[in-house]
């Protein structure tokens, strides 16, 4: 099989969870799984997730049962509690979360698309910041709503160095995109 998940993969992908699960089970997608699944982007080599499941054996096996799915040639990264993965807070984020798609017991969800800007903003590596103006595009998001959503994010930022780049980060991403305009 290929060494890249596109969005024919990634629904089979789904198929699979979903014909193991013994109960249901919720799952958020994020990164660039989710630029995969709206066709942002053509193909990725990894499938990223925070998962909420009701049965602890699902729980604790759904982590290597994902990969088995996925193949070796995928990486997966997932866990019960994807709030700062990147080292950003992310509150909020199952309540925010977008429905995709239901696969039987299987709830797809995904980061609400400006959660995901800005979880590519903190990171800040030049895929990273083209991922995010793609999603401003895409979801036609507005500057007022990432701006909402950032201060939110900002309170409740423990006070750190890294707290101080991802507002400096935020800036020149925001600037960059006026400018564009």
């Known amino acids: 099989m290929s060494s ?8 089979l992908f789904f198929e699979g969870i979903s014909r193991e699960i013994r109960s249901d089970l919720t799952v958020y997608l994020t990164g660039g799984t989710v630029l995969i699944y709206h066709g942002i982007r053509p193909a990725t080599t990894d499938i990223d997730f925070g998962f909420d499941a009701t049965d602890s054996i699902d729980r604790e096996s759904l982590p290597e049962l994902a990969q088995r799915i996925a ?24 309540e925010r979360a977008l429905l995709l798609g ?5 709830t797809v969800k995904s980061i609400h698309p400006i ?7 903190h990171r800040g590596y030049a895929e990273d910041l083209a991922d995010a103006k793609a999603l401003m595009d895409h979801f036609q998001l507005s500057m007022e709503e990432l701006g909402v959503r950032f ?7 423990p006070a750190s160095t890294e707290k101080g780049e991802f ?8 600037q960059r995109l006026q400018e564009a305009k």
């Open 4 to 11: 890249l998940l596109d969005q024919e993969r990634l629904r």
């Open 71 to 94: 193949g070796l040639d995928i990486r997966v990264q997932c866990s019960e509690e994807m709030a700062g993965w990147s080292l950003m807070p992310l509150p909020r984020y199952r």
């Open 102 to 106: 239901r696969y039987g017991r299987l």
């Open 115 to 121: 959660d995901l800007v800005l979880a590519k903003v």
């Open 151 to 157: 201060k939110e994010i900002f309170a409740a930022y």
């Open 167 to 174: 507002r400096q980060g935020f800036d020149r991403f925001v």
